[in-house]
């Protein structure tokens, strides 16, 4: 009886400290492909942990498994909707930590974004500046 469950405990010890993702999961049956692939919007943007989520702005995100993207930024002025879109193509880093945007057929990044949590039904992505020490971290829902 001693030895399945330290087998048990011993493979729970082993998943639980080779998280890919800083914020997890730790374990999926789905592929980091199909949880990426969704449409998402920004629940929260914070600036070096200050909160600067503006809810006047929509800002919704398409990933699709085909390798392409969309953004768009859409917000009310003087009773008219106005908006900025982008979109390219994205691809994951070696390690599939790291997102990289390549937008309008760019062949270098036009952005890059450390995958702080990978989920079905969350997405938060942290975009480093360091020459300028600037962090921001975004949090996405499903749409």
């Known amino acids: 009886m001693k030895k399945p469950f330290l087998g048990f405990l ?3 010890v082993l998943f639980s400290s080779c998280r890919k ?3 997890g999961p730790a374990v999926s049956l789905l592929s980091k492909k199909s949880r990426l692939c969704n449409d998402w ?13 503006d809810k006047t702005v929509t800002v919704k995100m398409v990933i699709e498994k085909d390798g392409t993207y969309s953004t768009s930024e859409t917000f009310d002025a003087l009773g008219q909707l106005q908006g ?3 979109n390219g ?3 994951f880093g070696d390690t599939k930590d790291i997102l990289f945007l390549y937008e309008n057929g760019s062949e270098q990044p036009t952005r890059t974004f450390k995958i702080k949590e990978l989920k079905n039904k969350e997405l938060k992505l942290s975009e480093e500046f360091t020459s300028i020490d600037i ?3 975004f949090t996405y829902v499903p749409n």
């Open 21 to 23: 993702y800083s914020d």
């Open 135 to 137: 962090v921001h971290t």
């Open 10 to 12: 011993l493979l729970f």
């Open 41 to 53: 919007v920004l629940i929260t943007h914070f600036i070096n942990d200050e909160d600067v989520t």
């Open 84 to 86: 900025n879109y982008s």
């Open 89 to 91: 193509n994205w691809a």
